[in-house]
T-cell receptor
């Protein structure tokens, strides 16, 4: 069955540290890839998405992600985190065909300490 | 403003008392979906609808019903809620015309069944 794996369930960083959150998916076909963020008490917001073209995607708030097709990965990065980045981050994949189902990873909870 | 709205935002109810969570979108999207979010499990799809009068089960449909009589509305019905349906529920709609399959999420409904 298709799945999305996020390697880290909880990450704790100090402000200005660099961030990389891992995401791998298991599906051999064409995919669209997303990172969503959920700030405490809020709904999901789209950080960035990969549809086609340049595998290095830049999103809002200084985030970026790189699609590496050979590794089935779409890791999220930020060079220098801020306290306001404290949130839960979800990787999601849309599988082509059928009704283009969106499959979410379990999420990574990030806490940034001042 | 383009948005997905849900009501109520918070609900505490008792086992067996039927309830409906409403969802409405103003973006003329054909595709709508319901998810539940549970700690460590990410978001799991309950039901989805490709268009008016077209609905289908997602990954965790047991105990839920939906209807899609109008394009903008997609209510979630719990005929006889049970404590294992205590969760955070999100409605989403999707713009299929862009072929990126980006989903837009509502603010969430936190349901507690005692």
């Amino acid at each position: 069955a298709q799945s999305v794996s996020q390697h880290n369930h909880h990450v704790i960083l100090s402000e200005a540290a660099s961030l990389e959150l891992g995401c791998n998916y298991s599906y051999g076909g064409t995919v669209n890839l997303f990172w969503y963020v959920q700030y405490p008490g809020q709904h999901l917001q789209l950080l960035l998405k990969y549809f086609s073209g340049d595998p290095l995607v830049k999103g809002i708030k200084g985030f970026e992600a790189e699609f590496i097709k050979s590794k089935f990965s779409f890791n999220l990065r930020k060079p220098s985190v801020q306290w306001s980045d404290t949130a839960e981050y979800f990787c999601a994949v849309t599988l082509s065909g059928g009704y283009n189902k969106l499959i979410f990873g379990a999420g990574t909870r990030l806490a940034v300490h001042p | 403003e383009a948005q997905v709205t849900q009501n109520p935002r918070y609900l505490i109810t008792v086992t067996g008392k039927k309830l409906t969570v409403t969802c409405s979108q103003n973006m003329n999207h054909e595709y709508m979906s319901w998810y539940r979010q549970d700690p460590g499990l990410g978001l799991r799809q309950i039901y989805y609808s490709m268009n008016v009068e077209v609905t289908d089960k997602g990954d965790v449909p047991e105990g839920y019903k939906v209807s899609r009589k109008e394009k903008r509305n997609f209510p979630l019905i719990l005929e006889s809620p049970s404590p294992n349906q205590t969760s955070l529920y999100f409605c989403a709609s999707r713009d299929d015309k862009t072929e990126t399959y980006e989903q837009y999420f509502g603010p969430g409904t936190r349901l507690t069944v005692t």
